[in-house]
Structure formats: structure tokens, C-alpha cells
């Protein structure tokens, strides 16, 4: 290690000493409050950013966003600390205000001794907390105990079930004198005499459904602590439709209030036209955020229940405006319903499928599901989340109609732009995106119903276009009143002139992973970007100024501003990257007219180019930069013809100065070669006199000359000054008793290519000067991936030469496996060299293990581990990538041993076959059945509660899967 590193690592070192010992070891005056809190005392109140004393992240590396006035953003295993102190001994109370929409949340608040550690899990006390809104201000409270003018560290700890789940806004903490006993808990809650089900006295919030016709409720409670004041809120309560919210308060003998909500529902009448409001509405709520404008973040599992009714015999249509904007097929509502003496059974064939569009809201996006309904008899009905996202939909709207009439298909025949058919066009596809040049002002849009009875084709005909993003919706109404919007979205390129600015959510072109509005830009992740269409007139030198903020208090945030032709891929170049410095206050992200970058952009005459705005975040922080406005700055004709770099064999002349243009490099008069490089301070400016210059003693002044774009010049000259040639050289270097390529005694950089898997080589060299002495020869180990290796020259302490040689080893193009087995069994007669494999599985295999080791172990494979069986027939490859990147591929054909039909006798149930149905008898009610065709496809799957189930197919061959008792069958 050399000294300064040594030094910087002493530093970083003492501290991290420092800090532990300030945050555990002492009391800090300055932010220490006192205790009990005084209203408006400035030594006692709570800034939680201002006088926070350490802190921790989630367990997931979310971070905590703290403001003196909130705390947020918040995940499991997080904490905040603070520091407090009291004049006398005794009991307190930590009373803290906070909100969260989590069913699962928990805070926890302990105290111990400055200058002592956190204790073992189980110190403090934790609180479940109440469901809500995240800006609620429900009051929790925490019992501590303190000593008299000992310092202490108070923690409050964020906790949940979930390690995903947002836990908890704070609002506000306050430390009280207890006074008496804080216990604000009930013993017992009934309605009409009977137990609330599923009471506890530590749940405070219980959804009820009361039986339709129910008028009015008696509440009784009784207080845990005979020395509570009182309980309020019992009695007699009249009921109207829907959600009755019901407040039962019990206060200490202290005074602290627990609040206990009885949310009783009596159920909604729904008819013809009926609107549900999304979330005022629910009857039950697991796991789904979000406001009657919009549910979402519905995981799997996730669900929410409406209690309702109909008043006759009927059948409505259950409708859910929905959108999902993953591009994955896998995204599914299912909606099914139940009465209160049932319960909820998952029910695949009520799983509805939402195809991938975007977030947006639109009337044409929507599933429905027809609910049969009893006159007068309450049903709930249940939409449940399923997906491989964290997502399944977003829900803007639920209303209830009756069935329509007429034909559905709302599909178009044709779509057309100039009277020609759009690339692409298929009836099932709904978005279509296009790049026109600048020149083309206006289209006509041109669309044909697939069903001449639809009812109309709106928003065809000729369109204007205007720079940046225009989208056009084309309407189809179908005959029964079923609406599709098909729509074309059509960039067209933004000039780029003095002063022009942009919608920068409506016109981007292309983005990953950012929060974008017209306004701002946020969320800007590492390696997030947003992308706009863009061109010029002329060739032209541009700036974009963008307005921008971060209020992280890191020196390593960036955005990289570039301009590529449309059709290349972009290329990071980190000249291009701009650095956001702080704003010099934690969490202050707002706009300002100082806080902005100026990035310089090349943009060639009438081509169509991409602007990118690429973030580089290099802390680990979850957002780079707010971002509030871009605009075009131009300079047509620049003339700076600055040099920013020159240099001579690759390094940078000394005390190179852009304004300075005459320089004299020393060099050794035996060197007859040299490579000149610069680059120009304008991208856009040329450079001549640069690569390879021969020089000698009547060549020694050579000349760099910089173009500006606005035609003006620069000259920078060099002169060569030759000095006495350093004696300290090598007149032979060789790898295994070869010469290397190339050598010279003046050359001191070397690359050598070697074979693939050498770990050694032997490095030998010869002096000039026999006097001299070398070090750096012998046996180099290279196995440790040390590649670049150093040879020495000395002739006395003031003449060195260092030659470097740079080692390549060839990667490995190995790509076979030396063993290969199933469930810990070789396959049969395996050899390295064979690539196919046959596998007989025993009959009710559904899953194997694949196992297999490379040749070379620098090699990776793909396809081992646990391996689902489907059906009887199965391939299954196994990919063996070498370290060169070529590839082989090992087949393994898996063949399951099957009960015939003829053989039925063999398994517990029984099994009919008619013409296109089978039937299976003889259940216990909990077996798991699965049917495949022969090519494994699944056209059934159940885990039935009934002793027979019927299974409608065509006619053909099946497998039928019975709790692993497979069977072959043929369907009439």
C-alpha cells in the first residue's frame, strides 16, 4: 500500500472511531431535548431532522427521508435516534403521532444509557398500529424509565411482517410525565350481547358485516383496568346503508385515550348503473393502497370485498375500469362472490387476464363478471390480486350494469394513415408508435369497424402535427355499446433553437424508471434515462440547460446530456456526464434560477438525433437529481478553438494550459517517433497535426492546429529538445525463451497474448549496459489474475527504466460437462462428447433434480436445479456457456411412466370417459387433479372439496394427474 493510501485509510479509520464514540459514547448538547416536553420550549421539542443523532436504513437499503417536521419513507428494520434527559427519576410516557396504511405495522420505542449500546432484541415496547392514511395523526404511546440527569438514547424502530411493506409516516413525538396507569385497553366488546369475533384488546379497528334489515346496535365494553376513567361510545347506534363507523374510546387512569373502531356495514343495494366507490365503500381491505380515484399496488393475495344486495331476481355485470402497464402477460383480477355463512374459494375460471397497456386511465380499459343475485339476499364480492409483479392492476372505477344486447366486437377491420394500411396493423393490437421528419405538418387517419353494426368510429380524418408527441385516439363503440380505443402516437422531432423548452413528460420519446410530469422529473435511479427526438436546420453547437436540484448531501450524482442519430445505440461517455452538486440542505430538492447544469450537444444538419438524459448516481441514493425545465441554448457559429487536452505518447503535457500555445518536451535522442493526441474544449471544432510525427534533430518543432466552427484558428506548438539517451535500457525481453514481438529498447509498454489456462510464464531479460542489473525476471505467477508485470532496469540511483508487460490469457472455449445426473443418478452412458440423453421417470413424477459439473470450471451452466415434469413426454436442456462465450447444449428427453386405462384397477378412484367430458369419482374431497394433453399443455387444474368432478375436453388422448397417480385416457 503506498503512503498516501496508507494515510487516507488512517483517516477514514479515526473517523469512524470518532463518530461511534459521539454517537454512543456522549452526550451532544446541542441536540439532547429535555424531558417532559414543553409546548413551544425550544429545549424540549422534537426536530427530528435537526436533532436526530444517528439513524439506520431499511433492512432493504431503503432509505428513511427525514424533514424536522416528518419522518417517511419507511421499510423494515429502520430506526431513528435522539438523545433525551430528565431533572428527576421516574416513569414516562413517549407519545408519538403517526399514520400508515399498512395492516401489519408496528413501531417500537426504548431507551438506553449514553455511552452503552443498543441492548439484545425485546428492549422497548412495540405497538401495532392502526390502518389508515398515511397522513392520519393516530396518538400511540410507550412507557420508558429514566434516572435523573443521565442522558439517554431514545430509539423508535420501524416493523412489519412484510420487509416490503411501508411501515409508518411520523408526525410528531412528545415525551409526558405518566400519571397513573397508561393501560387504555378494553377487556371485552360485543354487539348485542355477543363477543365482536376475533377480539383482542391489542386490534383496533374490526369490519362487521350486520345481516340486511339490521336498524340498530347496542355496544357494550368493559376497561381492562378497573382504575381507567371511563369508556365512551357504547350504547345504542342507528344504522344506515352501507359503512356505520363506530368509535369506542377508552380513557387511562393517566389520561391516554385508546381509540377502538367498529366499522358495521349493512349492505349496498346495487342496480343497473349503481357506482361503487372504490375504497369509501370496501368492505374489506388486504394489503391494496390507494383512494376511491384509484387502487393499486395489488400483490398476490392482495384483495378487497364489497358487501351488497340486489332487491329482485337478477344478474348485473360487475365492471372494473383497470389498466397494467407491465409488459408481461401474467397480470390477473379474479372476481368472485360468497355469502356471509360461506367461504371465499379461489376459483380459477373467475380469473380475468389484464392485458399490458400502460397506467392510464380509459373508459375502454376494463373486466367485468356477471354476479347472479337472489332478491334481497347479501352476497360479498372479492377482487384478488394475482401476478409475478408487485402489481397486478391499477383500478379507477367500479360500477354495476345489466347485461348488454347486440354484438361486443368493437375490434377494427382496417387503420390507415394516407390512406395506407399502418406497419403492423393487427385488430388485437391497440398502440401504434411512428418517427416523422420534420417536414410533414399534417396526416389523415383512416379506420373501418371489423362489425358493420357497431355503433361509430370516432376520431379518423386529417390531423395536424406539432413538434414532439401527438397521439390520436380512434373510438370504436360496438353494437352493445363495448368501447375500444386504438391508439397512434406520432413523434415529430423538436427543433433545436435558441430559448425552445418542451413538455418533458408529454414529449419524451423513450424512458426507463423514472418519474416523469411536464413540471418535474423524479425518482431518478442509477442508470434511468429519459430520451427526446430532436433536430437542427443547419450543423450546429447547442447547449441544454436543464434546471435541476439535489438535496442529498453526496458530491457524486450526475446526469450524462448526449445527442445520437436516431437508429444507433447510445454510447456512455463519461465526458458527457455532469456532476449535481448538493444544495447544501438535506433534503431540500426544490427549484431555484442558480441550480441548473449547461450541458454542450452536436447536432448535424436535418438529421433526426435522440437527446439522453442518463442518470449516474454513484452513493446508492434512490434519486440523482430533481429536474424542472430543459431548454436550447445556441451558439450557430462558435468560435472557441481551445485545446482542453494535449499530449505526447499518451501523456499529458506538463502544465498544459488551453491559453498557452507554445510547449518544449524533453526527449532522448535515440527516439525518432512520436504520437501526438489533443481534444478541443468545442466537439464541434476540427484538429490537424495529430498521430504519429517522425522528429530528429532537423524536425523538432511540430504544429497542432484547431478549427473553431466558425472558421477562426488556434496553433499549438511543440519543440522537441533532445537529451542524452538514458543507458539504463534492455537490448532483448522474452516470454518462455521468445523474443516479445515488436521489442525495442525504447519502447517500455509491452501486451503479450497468451494461451488460454497459463498461470505461469518465465520472463527473461538482457541489459545494454552489462553493468547494469535487472530486477522482475524468473517465474511470473499469473494464476491470481496479476497480469501486469514490471522489469526493471538500474544502472545507478539516479538511471531507471521500468519496462511494463501487459498479459492477455486467451479465454477458454471449453464447453463440456464432465458429469451429468438426474436425482443424484449419472444419466446413462454419459460422455462428455454426447449431447442427447433419454430418462425413464417412474409413474407420478412431477419434478426431478438436475445436476452436472463443467469441464472447465470457469464455465457457467444453465438448466440445473429442480426441474417441473409436465405431462409424460419432456425435453430439457442443459446449457453449458463457456468463458469464451461459445456454447453447448445437453439434451435430456424425459419419459414418465403411465397407467394405462386398462390398467385402472392399480389406482383408489374412478374414472368414466363420454363424448368430450371426464369423469372423476371416488374422492375424499382434497385431492389435487390436474389433466394435460399429450403435449404437456394444462387444460385443467383444481383442488377439489368434492367427492366427483367433471372435466369438459375434446375428443383425443389425456393425462390425468390424481394426487400423482398419472393415467392415460382416451376421450370419445
Not at 429535555?34 to 427530528?48: H, K, Q, R, S
Not at 379497528?205 to 382504575?227: F, H, M, R, S, W
Not at 437542427?536 to 450524482?557: E, F, H, P
Request: negative net charge; glycine residues 6%; aromatic residues 8%.
Amino acid at each position: 500500500m503506498r503512503f498516501f493510501d496508507k494515510i487516507m485509510s488512517l483517516l477514514l479509520l479515526l473517523t469512524f472511531i470518532f463518530t461511534c464514540t459521539f454517537s454512543y459514547g456522549q452526550e451532544d448538547p446541542t441536540k439532547v431535548r429535555l424531558i417532559p416536553t414543553v409546548e413551544g420550549d425550544a429545549d424540549t421539542e422534537f426536530l427530528f431532522s435537526t436533532h436526530l443523532i444517528d439513524k439506520k436504513n431499511a433492512d432493504s437499503g431503503q432509505e428513511l427521508r427525514i424533514a424536522d417536521d416528518r419522518i417517511d419513507t419507511s421499510k423494515r428494520g429502520a430506526y431513528v435516534e435522539y438523545q433525551i434527559k430528565s431533572g428527576t427519576s421516574g416513569n414516562f410516557i413517549v407519545h408519538l403521532l403517526a399514520g400508515t396504511q399498512s395492516s401489519t405495522a408496528n413501531l417500537n420505542v426504548g431507551v438506553y444509557k449514553v455511552g452503552e449500546q443498543w441492548p439484545e432484541e425485546g428492549t422497548g415496547e412495540t405497538v401495532l398500529l392502526t390502518r389508515g392514511e398515511w397522513t392520519d395523526q393516530k396518538s400511540y404511546y410507550f412507557p420508558i424509565t429514566v434516572e435523573a440527569n443521565q442522558a439517554y438514547v431514545m430509539r423508535i424502530r420501524f416493523l412489519d411482517e412484510t420487509a416490503d411493506n411501508w411501515v409508518a409516516n411520523i408526525h410528531n413525538i412528545a415525551v409526558e410525565e405518566e400519571k397513573g396507569s397508561i393501560d387504555a385497553t378494553l377487556k371485552s366488546l360485543t354487539i348485542d350481547g355477543k363477543e365482536v369475533e376475533g377480539f383482542n384488546s391489542g386490534t383496533y379497528t374490526y369490519n362487521i358485516a350486520l345481516p340486511l334489515g339490521t336498524q340498530k346496535v347496542n355496544i357494550a365494553a368493559e376497561a381492562n383496568d378497573d382504575k381507567a376513567q371511563g369508556v365512551a361510545g357504547t350504547g345504542e347506534h342507528q344504522l344506515m346503508e352501507g359503512k356505520n363507523e363506530v368509535v369506542v374510546t377508552v380513557t387511562a387512569e393517566s389520561g391516554l385515550d385508546q381509540e377502538y373502531t367498529l366499522n358495521l356495514f349493512l349492505p349496498l343495494s346495487v342496480q343497473d348503473g349503481s357506482i361503487i366507490r372504490s375504497a369509501s365503500d370496501a368492505f374489506k381491505n388486504n394489503g391494496i393502497a390507494g383512494s376511491d380515484t384509484k387502487l393499486n399496488q395489488i400483490a398476490t393475495g392482495d384483495y378487497i370485498e364489497y358487501y351488497v344486495y340486489s332487491e329482485t331476481d337478477q344478474s348485473l355485470l360487475f365492471h372494473v375500469n383497470c389498466t397494467n402497464g407491465y409488459d408481461t402477460p401474467n397480470s390477473y383480477l379474479n372476481i368472485n362472490d360468497y355469502g356471509l355463512d360461506e367461504e371465499w374459494v379461489l376459483d380459477e375460471n373467475k380469473s380475468i387476464n389484464i392485458p399490458f397497456t400502460n397506467w392510464n386511465s380509459s373508459e375502454e380499459k376494463f373486466v367485468e363478471m356477471t354476479i347472479d343475485f337472489k332478491a334481497n339476499e347479501a352476497r360479498i364480492v372479492r377482487i384478488y390480486g394475482i401476478t409475478d409483479q408487485n402489481n397486478a392492476a391499477d383500478i379507477f372505477g367500479i360500477k354495476w350494469h345489466s347485461p348488454r344486447t347486440g354484438s361486443d366486437d368493437a375490434d377494427l377491420k382496417d387503420l390507415t394513415i394516407d390512406g395506407q394500411t399502418i406497419e403492423g396493423f393487427d385488430p388485437s393490437v391497440i398502440n401504434y408508435t411512428f418517427t416523422y421528419n420534420a417536414d410533414v405538418s399534417s396526416i389523415n387517419i383512416g379506420g373501418l369497424a371489423n362489425d358493420d353494426a357497431a355503433q361509430a368510429v370516432e376520431g379518423i380524418g386529417d390531423k395536424t402535427l406539432e413538434q414532439g408527441k401527438n397521439q390520436f385516439d380512434i373510438k370504436v363503440t360496438s353494437e352493445s355499446g363495448v368501447v375500444k380505443v386504438y391508439t397512434i402516437s406520432i413523434f415529430s422531432p423538436i427543433e433545436v433553437v435558441d430559448g425552445n423548452t418542451f413538455k418533458m413528460a408529454t414529449d419524451a420519446y423513450d424512458q426507463w424508471g423514472l418519474f416523469t410530469l411536464d413540471h418535474r422529473i423524479n425518482e431518478t435511479k442509477n442508470n434511468a434515462y429519459v430520451e427526446y427526438l430532436v433536430y437542427s436546420k443547419t450543423d450546429l453547437n447547442a447547449s441544454v440547460i436543464i434546471k435541476c436540484a439535489n438535496g442529498y448531501d453526496v458530491d457524486n450524482s450526475y446526469l450524462n446530456v448526449s445527442a445520437y442519430k436516431l437508429g444507433e445505440d447510445w454510447v456512455s461517455n463519461p465526458d458527457n456526464s455532469h456532476n449535481i452538486p448538493f444544495t447544501g440542505t438535506e433534503g431540500d430538492w426544490d427549484d431555484a434560477d442558480d441550480r441548473f447544469i449547461e450541458a454542450p450537444i452536436q447536432l448535424v444538419a436535418n438529421e433526426l438525433m435522440v437527446l439522453r438524459i442518463h442518470c449516474i448516481d454513484l452513493s446508492g441514493k434512490n434519486n440523482v437529481a430533481n429536474i424542472y425545465n430543459m431548454t436550447f441554448a445556441v451558439d450557430d457559429l462558435s468560435d472557441n478553438a481551445n485545446l482542453s487536452a494535449l499530449t505526447v505518447d499518451g501523456n499529458s503535457v506538463i502544465d498544459f494550459d488551453p491559453a498557452i500555445t507554445n510547449y518544449t518536451i524533453d526527449m532522448p535522442s535515440n527516439i525518432t517517433e512520436i504520437e501526438i493526441g489533443a481534444t478541443a474544449e468545442n466537439q464541434a471544432a476540427s484538429i490537424s497535426g495529430l498521430g504519429t510525427v517522425s522528429i530528429s534533430a532537423d524536425e523538432s518543432t511540430h504544429e497542432v492546429v484547431v478549427t473553431a466552427p466558425a472558421g477562426n484558428t488556434k496553433t499549438y506548438t511543440i519543440n522537441i529538445a533532445f537529451t542524452t539517451p538514458n543507458l539504463a535500457t534492455l537490448s532483448d525481453l522474452k516470454i518462455n525463451d521468445q523474443t516479445i514481438d515488436g521489442f525495442e529498447s525504447g519502447q517500455l509498454a509491452y501486451h503479450v497474448s497468451l494461451e488460454a489456462n497459463t498461470i505461469a510464464v518465465e520472463v527473461s531479460a538482457t541489459a545494454t549496459d552489462p553493468t547494469a542489473t535487472i530486477e522482475g525476471v524468473g517465474t511470473v505467477d499469473l494464476s491470481q489474475g496479476n497480469l501486469v508485470h514490471e522489469v526493471s532496469v538500474r544502472l545507478n540511483e539516479s538511471e531507471i527504466q521500468v519496462y511494463t508487460i501487459n498479459f492477455t490469457v486467451s479465454a477458454s472455449e471449453e464447453a463440456t460437462l464432465s458429469a451429468l445426473s438426474v436425482d443424484d443418478i449419472s444419466v446413462p452412458s454419459f460422455d462428455p462428447e454426447t449431447d442427447g440423453y433419454n430418462v425413464v421417470l417412474a409413474a407420478g413424477t412431477t419434478q426431478v433434480n438436475v445436476a452436472a459439473i463443467a469441464t472447465d470450471d470457469k464455465a457457467q451452466i444453465e438448466g440445473t436445479g429442480t426441474i417441473a415434469i409436465l405431462g409424460t413426454e419432456m425435453e430439457h436442456q442443459i446449457r453449458v456457456v463457456a468463458e469464451a462465450g461459445n456454447e453447448k447444449i445437453y439434451l435430456i428427453n424425459f419419459s414418465v411412466e403411465v397407467v394405462n386405462a386398462s390398467d385402472l384397477s392399480k389406482i383408489p378412484y374412478h374414472i368414466l370417459t363420454k363424448e368430450g367430458r371426464i369423469l372423476i369419482s371416488g374422492l375424499e374431497g382434497r385431492e389435487a387433479i390436474a389433466v394435460y394433453e399429450l403435449n404437456g399443455r394444462l387444460v385443467h387444474r383444481s383442488n377439489t372439496f368434492n367427492t366427483e368432478v367433471n372435466v369438459l375436453v375434446n375428443s383425443g388422448v389425456y393425462i390425468v394427474n390424481i394426487d400423482n397417480y398419472v393415467i392415460k385416457i382416451f376421450v370419445p
